[in-house]
């Protein structure tokens, strides 16, 4: 709530999209706080996204650990996240909790965010 309303106090309407990054949250975080911005009652006049690399791969690269064997345990947490933060754009996620590493912070120290 207090991020949309401050998007609607700060930015005009004809602005056509706003986009979110995970900015060093977990992968659940970042699903979990875009699916409560596009749950919100206010009306948005934008477009919310996400662009959240880490926050979509983290778990998927956990899982393959650069081994070929490891390939479909890859794909399977990708389409897990891909899937969490498809529900999330519609405000339709809930959160299972359950990836490899869906719930590690992936905040790094002197990042620039």
């Known amino acids: 709530m207090a991020t949309v309303t401050a998007l609607r106090r700060t930015v005009p309407p004809a602005v056509p999209g706003i986009t979110f990054l995970s900015g060093g949250q977990s992968e659940e975080e970042a699903s979990v706080n875009l699916n409560a911005m596009k749950q919100c009652p206010l009306h ?3 477009a919310l996204t996400f662009s959240y690399g880490r926050a979509l791969q983290a778990s998927a690269l956990k899982a393959w650990g650069g081994k070929k064997e490891n390939g ?3 794909q399977e947490e990708f389409i897990k996240r891909a899937l969490a933060n498809n529900l ?3 405000g339709k996620y809930v959160s299972s909790g359950s990836s490899a590493a869906g719930g590690e912070s ?3 120290a002197n990042h620039p965010y």
């Open 44 to 46: 948005r006049p934008w």
């Open 88 to 90: 999330a754009c519609q």
């Open 72 to 74: 479909k345990a890859c």
């Open 106 to 108: 992936l905040f790094v």
